[in-house]
């Protein structure tokens, strides 16, 4: 796992959601999106256009509601309006269609973040962990959300989780090492601050600079 260097890690994780940080990308991998229609969102896209592509996604649901892609679509667009409520409900459905869908779970968690609901991204992103195979970012992501509420301990257990599943994982390091400085525990803050260090020297650097 990477991050960008231009971006705070965080910002640069919620960007790794959408591969390439592009629609068209994720559109390439979606199996009930015609070719004109993928086409049609490039397009679209391309121009900055995203109230356009939130209707042609809604013109599509209103063809087939049950099309997981077309709602993945409605959300992203949603999201770039900054239409944080809409987006959640766009990946909501997405989500109660495609239970397995480890990306629909993780955008619906920060469109609750986003729209300044922590606790219903918190309550996700534990549906998400029965739904899925516990992968290392749900519980990363899951950190992220108790740490907006303010509980850092189980911010904490959040992180390590992430860590057993991948340990070089800098982005939990990175926010393991910030939970335990607001908990007061230095010891395990520095721990933590040196096993980024090994993995990512520039984002430990950053850490420092935050302390």
Not at 30 to 43: G, I, Q, W
């Amino acid at each position: 796992m990477t991050l960008l260097a231009a971006c705070t890690p965080q910002q640069a994780l919620i960007a790794s959601l959408i591969p390439e940080g592009t629609l068209s990308t994720v559109l390439a991998n979606f199996e009930r999106v015609s070719d004109d229609n993928r086409r049609r969102v490039a397009e679209l896209e391309k121009r900055g256009d995203w109230k356009g592509i939130a209707d042609f996604a809604e013109a599509n649901l209103a063809k087939d509601r049950r099309n997981a892609d077309w709602w993945l679509v409605a959300g992203y667009a949603r999201t770039q309006l900054k239409q944080h409520s809409e987006a959640a409900r766009a990946y909501g459905e997405a989500v109660s269609l495609e239970p397995d869908n480890e990306q629909a779970w993780h955008l619906l968690a920060q469109s609750y973040r986003s729209a300044g609901e922590p606790g219903r991204a918190v309550n996700a992103l534990n549906n998400a962990l029965l739904a899925l195979r516990h992968p290392p970012l749900t519980y990363y992501l899951l950190g992220e959300a108790y740490g907006d509420l303010g509980r850092h301990g189980d911010a904490v257990s959040a992180y390590r989780e992430a860590l057993k599943i991948e340990r070089n994982f800098p982005a939990a390091w990175f926010s393991l090492a910030k939970a335990y400085r607001k908990l007061g525990r230095t010891a395990e803050a520095r721990e933590a601050e040196r096993a980024l260090e090994k993995l990512d020297a520039k984002l430990a650097q950053r850490l420092r600079d935050e302390s």
